[in-house]
Each structure stands twice: as C-alpha cells, then as structure tokens.
Nanobody, 123 residues
Framework: QVQLVESGGGLVQAGGSLRLACEAT????????MGWFRQAPGREREFVAA????????SYADSVKGRFTISGDVDKNTVYLQMNSLKPEDTAVYYC????????????????WGQGTQVIVSS
C-alpha cells in the first residue's frame, strides 16, 4: 500500500507562488490516480487537481485553472502542485490523495491520504 507525505506549505503574499510536494512510499504513484484537495476552516474538503495513472489525464477545479499545475516525477516518486498567482481564498490545508482507478473529483473516492500541509495566503 502507498503512503503519502506532503510538504512545501507556508505563508505567502497574494500573487506569490508555492510548490507543494507529495512523496509516495511503499509503491510507485504511477499505479494510482493522484489528487490534491484542500480544506479551509469550516468548509468541506474540496477537489483541486488530479492526474490519472502515468499522468495521462489531468483535471482541475475551475477555481485554480490557469494558476495551478499538477505534475509528477517518477524517479523521485513525488507528485507536485505548483501554485501561482495565489489568492487569499486559496488559504487551506492541502492534502494529497491516491485512488486505485480513474481520476475522480470526489474526495470520498480516494483511499489513501497524506497528513496535509498548511498554506496561508495573506492579502
């Protein structure tokens, strides 16, 4: 079974950039559909971005299209979320997740989760 550990969160000013990393151990992430989700205080966990096995298909939430990019490095067994033009409303805990199957946007469809990394965007 795969285990996931996120890193790269922090405090950034609006308009800035961050790159989150999700290191997979136990199994290669290319066996899974990999997704990024986020959860702000008092809100439900929401879909951000995902790609399918071997990165053949990608999907983004409308709120991040054109600003965020999901990618993977097979050699490092790590999935990234490059976040540009950050806005205060992007503030949340960001989670990496894996599922055995095709890409889905429903967090309930994902079996394995990391512990999350906090992103704070100041105005």
């Amino acid at each position: 079974q795969v285990q996931l550990v996120e890193s790269g969160g922090g405090l950034v000013q609006a308009g800035g950039s961050l790159r989150l990393a999700c290191e997979a151990t136990g199994r290669t992430f290319s066996r899974y559909a990999m997704g990024w989700f986020r959860q702000a205080p008092g809100r439900e966990r929401e879909f951000v971005a995902a790609f399918g096995r071997s990165g053949r298909s990608t999907s983004y939430a409308d709120s991040v299209k054109g600003r965020f990019t999901i990618s993977g490095d097979v050699d490092k067994n790590t999935v990234y979320l490059q976040m540009n033009s950050l806005k205060p409303e992007d503030t949340a805990v960001y989670y990496c997740a894996a599922r055995s199957g095709i890409v889905r946007s429903d967090p309930l469809e994902y079996e394995t989760w990391g512990q999350g990394t906090q992103v704070i965007v100041s105005s």
